[in-house]
């Protein structure tokens, strides 16, 4: 019976050993989101893994070679217990497909937030303005684009700084 494993990747890896475990016929899975990243004075989203160095996949181990995925370029090995694979609990990797988006992006949204809400900052220095919800940033942090000296600015604050 198939079910879903967990592959230790090497550092900033994790698209190649994703790319080198399907050549190899296994079913790998490496969720991705949409991350907003500052970079001179300009803020991209870029795609980045939702669990840096780690990645799922799908076999039998009565029917597959799962030690061959320990030799793939790109991986560390695969998270073993005594030299038994790790099992990812029975649901989650279906869960997180679930709040995939049509392009396979994991959607991630505090609190049921979705893009364009309205939101209040009640802490910090955009303390009592309001804004709209753009997107989820990396530790915690959110974008909210909000009116500031007469045009709309795009500001990263804490998403613990929010109104509830």
């Excluded at 990645?55 to 217990?81: E, K, M, Y």
């Excluded at 392009?103 to 804004?131: C, E, I, M, N, W």
């Amino acid at each position: 019976m198939q079910q879903w494993y967990v592959v230790h990747t090497q550092a900033r890896q994790e698209a190649r050993a994703e790319l080198n475990l399907r050549r190899q016929g296994f079913e790998a899975w490496l969720p991705l989101f949409r991350v907003a990243r500052r970079h001179a004075r300009r803020i991209d989203h870029v795609m980045a893994p939702l669990f840096p160095r780690y990645l799922f996949v799908h076999l039998d181990l009565s029917v597959q070679p799962w030690r061959a995925i320990n030799g793939t370029f790109g991986v560390v090995r695969l998270l073993c217990n005594r030299d038994i694979p790790l099992l990812v609990p029975e649901g989650l990797v279906e869960e997180i497909m679930q709040r995939c988006d049509e392009s396979g992006t994991v959607v991630l949204s505090p609190r049921g937030l979705a893009v364009g809400d309205s939101v209040k900052v009640a802490t910090g220095p955009f303390a009592d303005l309001a804004g709209l919800f753009q997107t989820m940033s990396r530790r915690d942090r959110v974008v909210l684009l909000i009116k500031l000296l007469g045009r709309e600015v795009r500001a990263t604050v804490a998403f613990r700084d929010l109104a509830a």
